[in-house]
Nanobody, 126 residues
């Protein structure tokens, strides 16, 4: 059984930083591309960032490009999202996902979440 467990969320002031973690079990972690999604209150879930199985390829939504960094440690089965210069609009539940399709030249990965974590709340105060 696949388990993805997010941690690291919390309350932070605008302009601050947070790093989210996602620990995976029950799947061959280094065979999967991994991604972060988020869902703000009253809005649909959206793709934030994706990383290929080796960590060599990454993609970011335009809203976070230059401020967020996705990374992974395949020896620890862990995915990370470093978030800097946070804005109140970033307030959302952040989900870790294993994605079944990823090519860095397009955004199709946003529709290919296969396994999902339960989410971690990030709240950015103004």
């Amino acid at each position: 059984q696949v388990h993805l467990v997010e941690s690291g969320g919390g309350l932070v002031q605008a302009g601050g930083s947070l790093t989210l973690n996602c620990t995976a079990s029950g799947l061959p972690f280094d065979d999967w591309s991994m991604a972060w999604f988020r869902q703000a209150p009253g809005k649909e879930r959206e793709g934030v960032s994706c990383i290929g199985w080796s960590g060599d390829s990454t993609s970011y939504d335009d809203a976070v490009k230059g401020r967020y960094t996705i990374s992974r440690d395949n020896t620890k089965n862990t995915l990370y999202l470093e978030m800097n210069s946070l804005k109140p609009v970033a307030t959302a539940v952040y989900y870790c996902a294993a994605v079944s399709f990823y090519r860095p030249e397009n955004d199709l990965w946003k529709a290919y979440g296969a396994y999902w974590g339960q989410g971690t709340q990030v709240t950015v105060s103004s």
